[in-house]
């Protein structure tokens, strides 16, 4: 499985950016996907899981209410809709995909990673 993770930029505090991960393969439909991102001198951390049918999502506490993560299995596309970002949103987003189909928080449970797409939120 190849991930290639697309979308990041600069934007302004209180804007918007929306993220894609591009799955190679036709069996996306059948993986639990998470989003990750890792800010400089920090470790990775998790920020959105959606299980294999994209019925049940888990966020972070720190992205709740402005984060929605979703998924096109007929286009084998993960999404990440990041609104009302922060400053502290600054850091490099990762997709991730876990053989297990479900919502997964912990990042060790991810099986293959995408090489990630940087996210500058200047205040």
């Known amino acids: 499985v190849q991930l290639q993770a697309s979308g990041g930029g600069l934007v302004q505090a209180g804007g918007s950016l929306r993220l894609s991960c591009a799955a190679s393969?036709?069996?996306?439909?059948?993986?639990?996907m998470g989003w990750f991102r890792q800010a400089p001198g920090n470790e990775r951390e998790f920020v959105a899981t959606?299980?294999?049918?994209?019925?049940?999502?888990l966020y972070a506490h720190s992205v709740k209410g402005r984060f929605t993560i979703s998924r096109d299995n007929a286009e084998s596309t993960l999404y990440l809709q990041m609104n009302s970002l922060k400053p502290e949103d600054t850091a490099v987003y990762y997709c991730?995909?876990?053989?297990?189909?479900?919502?997964?928080?912990?990042?060790?449970?991810?099986?293959?990673w995408g090489q990630g797409t940087l996210v500058t939120v200047s205040s």
């Open positions: 393969g036709r069996a996306f439909s059948t993986y639990g």
């Open positions: 959606i299980n294999r049918s994209g019925g049940t999502t």
């Open positions: 991730a995909a876990n053989l297990r189909g479900g919502e997964v928080v912990p990042a060790p449970l991810y099986d293959y």
